[in-house]
Nanobody
Framework: QVLLTESGGGSVQPGGSLRLSCAAS????????IAWFRQAPGKEREFVAA???????VHADPVRGRFTIYGDTTTNTVFLEMNRIILEDEGIYYC????????????????WGQGTRVTISA
């Protein structure tokens, strides 16, 4: 069992920045891919970014150039640095861990956190 705990959400103005954290604990291993997904009200959960076990990164088109995923192996924490935030970035952000691909599919992940909410307010 892998436990994922997200933090860092909150309210931010358009154009602002946030950094989300995902702390992994339990039976973590070196072959895990970690990803961020988000879900806006009334919409399906969508892929945001992923960090593979080999430290490669993938970012979805809507966030590429604004968001950056990176990890700290010493603390088993994966971060999502969010810059130049726009209204469309609002939603609940979930951290996920898995060992299969495609990285953008929710079905590739076996473990999910409870989510952290990001609210955009002008």
């Amino acid at each position: 069992q892998v436990l994922l705990t997200e933090s860092g959400g909150g309210s931010v103005q358009p154009g602002g920045s946030l950094r989300l954290s995902c702390a992994a604990s339990g039976r973590t291993s070196d072959d895990l891919n970690i990803a961020w997904f988000r879900q806006a009200p009334g919409k399906e959960r969508e892929f945001v970014a992923a960090l593979t076990w080999s430290m490669s990164t993938v970012h979805a088109d809507p966030v590429r150039g604004r968001f950056t995923i990176y990890g700290d192996t010493t603390t088993n924490t994966v971060f999502l640095e969010m810059n130049r935030i726009i209204l469309e970035d609002e939603g609940i952000y979930y951290c996920a861990a898995g060992r299969t691909t495609p990285l953008s599919w929710t079905a590739s992940y076996d473990y999910w956190g409870q989510g952290t909410r990001v609210t955009i307010s002008a």
